[in-house]
């Protein structure tokens, strides 16, 4: 009996510490605050865990069981210049005590790259902003895009700081013409606030292409 005891406390149980840890932990951020103080970077796109599982069979170069194993990725920050990649997952803790080439730990983060790292902190834009628009996250200093993704709609927030001349009315007409060759585009809405804008957007389906939101 006693070897058996030695037998499941050596062998069995930090298997299952392990398992147990990892379901705990297997998951995206609850809230843009999550995603903002997680960040490896001042700047960064943030793509969350849901969205990388919704759309595994769409990543190209990642096959059979990798795909799989993507399920163990809590989330994916971008640098803003796109040179630096920071992978969320559980227990990404080990990676300060194994070096491996090219990747170093820092923030809860795997880091792939040489680019600066700097924790980014929740700004006064995100004050504007639902705390569940954290599937898809562009973050700076002076615009934050914030998504939520449902099972037929993608729903973004765009608050940024006033530069120049440009009016809230400028910006209706600037997305009115979007509406028009966007046919997803379901829906916008402006509204001024001083010294920031807001901008409500709402598309068909699971909209994710960043670069012709705006």
Request: glycine letters at 6%.
């Amino acid at each position: 009996m006693k070897k058996f005891i030695l037998f499941v406390l050596i062998n069995v149980l930090p298997i299952a510490i392990i398992g147990w840890y990892l379901y705990e932990n297997i998951g995206g951020a609850e809230s843009l605050n999550e995603v903002i103080e997680n960040s490896p970077f001042k700047e960064f796109t943030y793509i969350d865990h849901d969205v990388i599982m919704n759309n595994k069979e769409n990543i190209r170069n990642i096959n059979g069981i990798y795909k799989d194993l993507l399920i163990f990725i809590n989330g994916v920050y971008i640098s803003s210049d796109g040179n630096t990649v920071g992978i969320k997952v559980p227990m990404a803790f080990i990676f300060k005590y194994i070096k491996i080439d090219d990747y170093k730990y820092y923030n809860g983060c795997i880091i792939k790259g040489n680019g600066n790292l700097g924790k980014a902190t929740p700004n006064d834009l995100t004050v504007l902003i639902p705390q569940n628009f954290k599937d898809i996250v562009i973050y700076n200093r002076d615009s934050v895009i914030a998504g939520v993704i449902t099972n037929n709609e993608t729903v973004y927030v765009w608050v940024f700081r006033k530069k120049g001349n440009i009016t809230a009315e400028t910006i209706k007409l600037y997305f009115e013409n979007i509406k028009k060759h966007n046919p997803d585009l379901i829906e916008y809405k402006v509204i001024d606030f001083k010294d920031k804008f807001y901008v409500y957007l709402r598309y068909r389906g699971h909209y994710l292409e960043l670069n012709k939101l705006t």
